[in-house]
C-alpha cells in the first residue's frame, strides 16, 4: 500500500524525479566517497558565537542566491517560454544601489531598510523595462535582456564609481553570515521565507495557474480574460524582486561589492536549475519545488568538486560531464523510454494476473 | 555680428599661441601622455594620477594628457602630440601592435619615446626604454617573503583568479614551484575567478575537510576577504598573532586597512608607479647623459612592492594604496 502511494506521488509530480535523482546520485556519491561529508557539527565563530558547520550548511547556504533566482527564473520561463540571462547584472545593479544608499550615511536599520525598499524598485523598474521589451513587443527573452547583460555592470559601476567600495557594520554582516546567537546562516533563513511568500502568493492567488496558461497558450488565455502581456510583466517585475534579494544577500556576505564579479555567471546556473527542475523550458507547466531542488544540486556538485580537490583547471569539464548525464536522463527521449517500459511491465503483470485468473 | 565673433576667436587664438610661445620660453620640458582611462581599474586610476603628480609643473614639465582604451584613438592622439612638437612621448598603449609607423615618425621629429606599463611589439630601436612590470616577480617577492617566515611547516589553501589571465599566471608561478619541489603543501589549490563569494566557498570546503591549513594565499584581495569571512565564521583565528598566515594582492586601501589592523599579513602590488623612473631618465637625457640600467630589450623592470603588516604604515597606506 505504502509503495503504490509512493509512485502515486511521483506520478503526480513526475518532473521533480528528475531533480530528485540528481541531489541522491550526489548524496549517495559522497557518502560513498566520504562519510564524514554530512557531518553537521556545532563551532563558535571568532565573535564568540555558536555557529552550525559542515558540508552540508555551506551547501544550503551558498546555494542561497542561485535558489531564489531560479525561483523568479522559473515564472519568467514558464509565463514567456524564454530565459532571462540578465539576472546577474540586474543583481549588481541592485546590489550597487544597496551599497550606494547605506554608504552614503550611518549605517543603521532605516538605511538598511531604505536601502533594500530602493534597490527593490530599481531592480522592478529593471525587470519591467525587460518585461516590456518580450511581452509588449515580442522580442525573444534571450535577446531582450542581452542589453541588461551587456551593459548593467557598467550601470553598476556608475552607480558607485571605485573598483570594490567596502563597508563595515554589523548589521550588514547579520544580513549576510549569522545573526549573533542564530546558529543558522542568515541567507538559509532569507530562502526559507522567499519560499513561503512564494508560496503563500500561489495558495491565494490565480498567478500560478495564469503564468501556466500564458505559456502554454497565449491565444487561449487571452479568450479566458487573461491578459498574457500584464502576466508576462509581472513575472519579469517578479525576477526583479528575486535579483534585488539576491544582490543584497551576496553584497552583505563580505561586506564588498565588485561590480565586475558579483554573481558572475549566475544566470546560466539559474536556467540550468530550472532545467535540472524539470520545467520545460518553452514554457507552460512548471514546478517552483523543481529548481529549487535543482539550484541546490548544482551547488552540491560545486561542493562536492571541491572536496574531492579536482585541479582547478579541470573542475569546469567534470561540472559539465555531470550536467550532460542529468540533461540526458531528463531529456523526452529517455522520459518516454522509461514511461513505454514501465507501461511494458505493467501490461505484463495483467497478461500473467490475467492468466492466473482464468486458471 | 558674426564679424565680431570672428574677431574675438582670432583674438583669443593668437592670445593661446602667444601664451604657447611663453609656457616653452619658460624652458619647461614638454611630455605627451598617451595611457588608458582612469576608470578601467584601481589600477589605472592610481597610475593616472601617479603621472599627473609627478610630470607636474612644479616639476619642469609642460604635460598633456590623452586618454582612451581603443588603440586608433591613442595612435591620433599620439600623431597630434608629434605634430604638436612634444619633447617627449610616454605611451601605455591598448593594443601591442600598430605602432611601428608612429613611432619612426616621432623617431625623425627627434622626439624620445617612452613606453610605460604595457610592452609594445616593435623595434627596441624605436624607443628610449620601456618601464614594464613582471608579472611573475610579484608571485615571487610574495612567495619569497612567505618562506621568510620560517613556518615549521607550510600547509597552504591557494585561491586563484580566472585561470589564464596575465595576473593569475604570474600569481600562480612561483607556487606551484614550491608546491612542486615539496617544500610547501597544496591543501587546497582552486580558481574563484576573482569571486569574492567564491573564495569563500573554497575555504569552507577545506575547512570541512578537516585537513589542517596555516597559510592562504588569496590572488587578490576580494578574494582574501572572502577566505577571510569563511574562517571568521568557523572561529579560526588569523593575521598577525593568528593561526592562519593571510596574503593578498593589488594593495587597495581598505586591504592595506587590515594589514594595519594585524587581520592580513601581507599584500603584494603589482607596481603602477612608473613616472618616477621615466621622469628621472628624460632628466638625464636632457642633462646628456645616457641612460642606465636597462635589459637587452631596453626594457627596466619595475620593482614591485610587498607589505608586511608588521611594517606598514599609515603612510604607505596614502602613498601606495589604490581606491578610496
Redesign the interface.
Known amino acids: 500500500m505504502k509503495i503504490k502511494k509512493k509512485s502515486n506521488f511521483f506520478q503526480n509530480n513526475s518532473q521533480l524525479l528528475i531533480p530528485f535523482i540528481a541531489l541522491i546520485l550526489l548524496v549517495l556519491f559522497n557518502l560513498f566517497r566520504d562519510p ?2 554530512f557531518s553537521i557539527e556545532m ?5 564568540g558565537f555558536p ?1 552550525l ?3 552540508l550548511i ?1 551547501i544550503l547556504n ?1 546555494a542561497s542566491e542561485l535558489v531564489i533566482l531560479s525561483m523568479g527564473m522559473t515564472l519568467v520561463t514558464a509565463a514567456s517560454g524564454g530565459q532571462d540571462i540578465s539576472v546577474g547584472a540586474l543583481a549588481a545593479i541592485a546590489g550597487s544601489v544597496f551599497v550606494k544608499i547605506i554608504k552614503s550615511g550611518e549605517i543603521n536599520a532605516g538605511s538598511v531598510i531604505l536601502g533594500f525598499i530602493l534597490c527593490c524598485i530599481v531592480a522592478m523598474i529593471f525587470g519591467a523595462f525587460n518585461g516590456m521589451l518580450v511581452a509588449c513587443f515580442n522580442i525573444q527573452p534571450m535577446i531582450a535582456t542581452l542589453i541588461l547583460f551587456t551593459c548593467g555592470r557598467s550601470v553598476a ?1 556608475w552607480i558607485n564609481g ?5 563597508f563595515t557594520s554589523g548589521l550588514i554582516n547579520a544580513i549576510g ?2 545573526i549573533p546567537g542564530v546558529p543558522i546562516p542568515t541567507p538559509i533563513i532569507i530562502v526559507v521565507i522567499v519560499g513561503i511568500i512564494f508560496a503563500l502568493v500561489f495558495r491565494f492567488t490565480n498567478l500560478s495557474l495564469y503564468v501556466q496558461t500564458v505559456g502554454i497558450n497565449k491565444g487561449a488565455a487571452r479568450l479566458n480574460g487573461i491578459n498574457p502581456t500584464l502576466i508576462k510583466l509581472l513575472s519579469f517585475v517578479i525576477l526583479g524582486i528575486c535579483c534585488a534579494i539576491a544582490g543584497v544577500i ?1 553584497v552583505s ?2 561586506s ?1 561589492i ?1 561590480h ?5 555567471n549566475i544566470e546560466m546556473d539559474a536556467i540550468l536549475a530550472v532545467a535540472i527542475g524539470g520545467n520545460a523550458l518553452g514554457g507552460g507547466k512548471f514546478k517552483l519545488v523543481g529548481s529549487i531542488l535543482g539550484a541546490y544540486a548544482i551547488q552540491m556538485l ?2 562536492t568538486l ?2 574531492m ?1 579536482v ?3 579541470d ?1 569546469k569539464a567534470y561540472k559539465a560531464i555531470v550536467i550532460i548525464i542529468l540533461v540526458v536522463i531528463g531529456s523526452p527521449v529517455v522520459k518516454d523510454a522509461i514511461t513505454k517500459s514501465r507501461l511494458r511491465r505493467a501490461q505484463r503483470k495483467q497478461a500473467i494476473a490475467g492468466g492466473k485468473g482464468a486458471e | 555680428m558674426k564679424k565680431v565673433i570672428t574677431l574675438i576667436l582670432a583674438c583669443a587664438m593668437i592670445f593661446t599661441m602667444l601664451m604657447g610661445t611663453t609656457a616653452m620660453a619658460a624652458d619647461k620640458i614638454s611630455v605627451g601622455i598617451v595611457n588608458n582611462p582612469p576608470s578601467e581599474s584601481g589600477y589605472r586610476e592610481a597610475n593616472v594620477n601617479d603621472f599627473i603628480s609627478v610630470f607636474s609643473e612644479e616639476n619642469g614639465y609642460e604635460a598633456s594628457f590623452y586618454y582612451s582604451i581603443k588603440n586608433d584613438e591613442q595612435l591620433s592622439a599620439a600623431r597630434q602630440f608629434i605634430t604638436d612638437g612634444v619633447d617627449f612621448l610616454l605611451i601605455s598603449a591598448a593594443e601591442t601592435t600598430g605602432w611601428d609607423a608612429v613611432l619612426k615618425d616621432a623617431q625623425d621629429a627627434g622626439i624620445g619615446v617612452f613606453l610605460f606599463d604595457r610592452m609594445l611589439d616593435c623595434d627596441p630601436s624605436l624607443f628610449e626604454a620601456a618601464v614594464v612590470s613582471d608579472m611573475a616577480q610579484e608571485g615571487t617577492t610574495a612567495v619569497e617573503w612567505l618562506k621568510s617566515l620560517e613556518l615549521p611547516e607550510y600547509n597552504v589553501i591557494h585561491i586563484q583568479g580566472a585561470m589564464g589571465s596575465d595576473a593569475q599566471l604570474g600569481r600562480t608561478g612561483a607556487l606551484d614551484a614550491e608546491f612542486e619541489a615539496g617544500t610547501m603543501k597544496k591543501v587546497a589549490q582552486q580558481t574563484a575567478t576573482w569571486d569574492e563569494a567564491e573564495a569563500k566557498k573554497i575555504v569552507e570546503a577545506a575547512i570541512n575537510s578537516k585537513e589542517p591549513f596555516n597559510v592562504i594565499y588569496a590572488e587578490n584581495d576580494g578574494m582574501a576577504k572572502g577566505a577571510v569571512a569563511a574562517l571568521d565564521e568557523a572561529g579560526i583565528t588569523h593575521g598577525v598573532n593568528g593561526d592562519v598566515v593571510i596574503m593578498g594582492f593589488d594593495c587597495n586601501k581598505w586591504a592595506l586597512r587590515e594589514l594595519l589592523a594585524g587581520n592580513w599579513n601581507y599584500d603584494g602590488q603589482c607596481s603602477p608607479f612608473q613616472a618616477q623612473v621615466i621622469s628621472d631618465m628624460i632628466q638625464k637625457l636632457v642633462a646628456g647623459e645616457a641612460i642606465e640600467g636597462l635589459n637587452e630589450n631596453k626594457q627596466i623592470i619595475s620593482v614591485e612592492k610587498g607589505f608586511d603588516a608588521k611594517t606598514i604604515t599609515e603612510e604607505d597606506i596614502a602613498t601606495y594604496g589604490l581606491g578610496e
Open positions: 564524514s561529508f563551532a563558535t565563530n571568532n565573535s555557529v558547520q559542515g558540508n555551506s551558498g559601476y571605485g573598483a570594490t567600495p567596502t553570515s549569522f551576496n556576505r563580505l564588498l565588485n565586475e564579479t558579483i554573481l558572475i560545486t561542493t571541491y572536496a580537490k585541479p582547478s583547471t573542475i
